[in-house]
């Protein structure tokens, strides 16, 4: 596998990367991509952007507290992301009586910022290549050369955390090396009414006026290394952070970003495909009705309302990003045209006996492991979606994860009595669960749910555990198959070798990537065209008192209608709120920051958009945009709303 990837290298010098699809390895920039970002306009090298021995810009770049992206913006350890990424840490420090989710907040000193326990930011110190040292070996010998790479590794990084990392479905192995803070403490953010402007409605739309950042701190011990929180602390020192540029953006602009994308599905069969699509149904219809419950509960009371935010808002992202993959896989054609490229890549196998030697089947023995696993696959998902996964569960069986004020004992038996009551319709039977003592059906589970709120309710949740636990221990062992592994890493490497010579990029894995391209609008349909900007204008625009998605607060109301945008008015005279670029991300790149051709910071990515929901299995070209918050309009927001000089004096500008 080594040797195919050093022979797409040589080749790839002679071969321009793609400008716009590509979810790129730091380490393979400078083959890969350096030529094709110049020839769109950048005007950095690749070891401007990733260089193990100096700082480079990758040094500015963390990945923020497991599932983000974020960006170290000044010399004290300020660090920027999306507001739904540090949602779930804003929403722990709330209160009724100090919500900051609600209204907002920003420190006007270090010492008004606000420790978040828990929570952690990654440095990512370097990534080689170690495949050589690794594909000869199997099973024991296998996991023994990995664990044997990361201690020797470790030892060579003190204070730091080294991983290996498979690729391409175990064709390449990468050691990463990544360093963790550990006191990170929340800086401020804006009401969640601007900070998540457009709620649910606009999620995953163009256009877009949602000022989605909060910024956070790191802090660090006397020598500037991790430490667990303390008073003692100091503002971290950074090796790099991002400059800003206030010049705002023109279509044909380049751009890149980097970040932590999470997951796609770029090497998987149309079978594979199908199945998730149908898999994903389920989850729909499990959230449709879980979600339902929790809005009307919200809607009735502030402190559910903020109790449940957190959760609502992460099961509704998944269930509407689902629902807009399935339409965009029919009207894109998605599974065709996998269908398509399958046929011709068996064709390219079977023309010659090596080929057939090394990759034959492979297609075929991932199809027959998704027919095989379809019934128990589905059954379990129903189960995680459903009962799986409530709070009661953790309440009793691990209260670490439990977290009394966000839960509602009245919200969680209506939440638990919908999901039963879903799960018992959808259940096939043999899957179904059978707690000690009862034969659960629709008439009696109401009155299950309730007994686990009576005085034996530790008793019954235990019982229910215990079913749980024997429906998957008896039936989640089929579906895992290792033939299916063998499987995908061939088809994998076969798609590698179909396409040698051409610049590759491996699915997204929550490793550090970059992706290039360029400011750009989009038609979402015939005779229609999207500007590649949005201004506050539109927020006045949308504005709706009454309905909790569209609320502005009338301090911002006022600063638009004034037009006081001070420095960070566009040359049109508008305050630009969003843009969009045609950059390849997916969640997990939430946070990332959009960079210009110097590497100055111009936005934070947050969102794909609707007609391309599709994205994470097949980039498209005319349609795929990547949606941007203008860091104009977050400066704005800081400076005018928040009243925060303390911040803004903090940053580096461009020239
Ligand atoms: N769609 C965005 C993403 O997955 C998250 C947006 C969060 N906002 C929301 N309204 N749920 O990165």
Redesign the pocket.
Known sequence: MKKILLTIACLASMIVARADEGMWLLPMLQQFNEEAMRNIGCRLTAKDIYDINNASLKDAIVQFGGGCTGEVISQNGLVST?H?CG?SSIQRLSTPEKNYLEDGFFAKSFAEEIPVPGLTVKFMKSMADVTDQLESLEGKAFKEKVAEIEKASNEANPNCQSKVMSFYNNNVWYLIVYKTYKDIRFVGAPPVSMG?F???T???MWPRH?C?FSLFRIYADENNEPAEYSENNKPYTPVKSLKISLKGVKEGDFTFIMGYPGRTQRFQTAAQLKDMIETNSIRIEARTIKQKVMWDEMEKDPVVRLQYADKY?GS??GW??WQGEELAFKKLGIIERQEAKEAELNKWINKKGSRKEAYGGAIEDIDKFITDRKEVYMNLILLSETIGNLDILAKYIAPKHFRAEDYNEEVDRKINKALFAFYLDKVSPEYKIQPEGWDLTKENVDEYVDSFYGENGAEVVNGLMTALRTVVAEKVGSINDPTFEVASKKYAASLLQWNKGKASYPDANFTMRLTYGTVKPYSPKDGVSYWHWCTANGILEKEDPDDYEFRVPTKIHNLIENKDYGRYADKDGTLHTCFLTNNDIT?G??GSPVLDADGNLIGLA???NWESMSSDVMFEPDLQRCINVDIRFVLWMIEKWGEAPNIIKELAFAK
């Open positions: 999306n739904h949602y998540k457009g709620g649910e606009d999620n995953w949602t989605d808002a509704a992202n509407k990003k969640g790149n939430s947050f969102d794909g």
